[in-house]
């Protein structure tokens, strides 16, 4: 009985010691596993903040472009105003000078200078010649004896005249009118306004 007690420890030792060793096999395979997959988690978290890093990254360029295009758009818009501003009081004091000068003993020799001018180039043709209202008296004198028409003009309002012939076609502009809108055509492209 001896012996088989002995027998009975050994297979007893046996089996604890091939237990003891699956257990620790066990807990060395769940241990790796952990390892893995705390691996695999950190990689993972890693790889989601990368991702949100680089969105947020992209959103903040892109904030940022736009911010300093508004600014941009913003400052350009002022300069704009500004010259506009700068510009229409130096036309506004042209058109107040214009008035002045069209008020002015010298004004029907200048108006009659400009008919002059232009019946040397339309030839004795009849034509129709179109003054502004206030214009309208001395126009009717300045016309007298001459091939053109006097008739009012709803484009003309500073001075001057626009005379067209219907037989040619033809449309001869004196008027302050389009002389000072030419004039601030000019000084936009002058000035680097038209390219703004």
Do not use: W
Not at 62 to 67: P, Q
Not at 89 to 100: H, I
């Amino acid at each position: 009985m001896k012996n088989e007690t002995e027998k009975l420890n050994k297979f007893k030792l046996a089996v604890f010691s091939e237990v003891e060793q699956q257990a620790q096999d066990i807990v060395s395979e769940a241990q790796l596993q952990q390892k893995q997959r705390l691996s695999e988690a950190k990689m993972q978290t890693k790889s989601e903040m990368d991702s949100q890093l680089e969105i947020i990254e992209k959103q903040y360029e892109a904030d940022k472009v736009r911010a300093v295009s508004s600014r941009k758009l913003e400052a350009q818009r002022n300069v704009l105003t500004h010259r506009s501003e700068m510009m229409q009081k130096v036309f506004d004091t042209v058109c107040k000078n214009l008035s002045e000068f069209c008020g002015s003993d010298k004004y029907p020799d200048e108006l009659k200078a400009r008919l002059d001018k232009i019946a040397q180039q339309t030839q004795g043709k009849k034509c129709t010649a179109y003054f502004a209202r206030r214009d309208m008296e001395l126009g009717t004198q300045l016309c007298e004896g001459t091939s053109f028409t006097p008739q009012q003009s709803q484009s003309i309002t500073l001075g001057g005249v626009t005379v067209i012939c219907e037989e040619t076609g033809i449309a001869y502009d004196s008027s302050f009118d389009t002389a000072l809108e030419q004039e601030k055509q000019n000084f936009l492209k002058a000035s680097g306004l038209a390219q703004i």
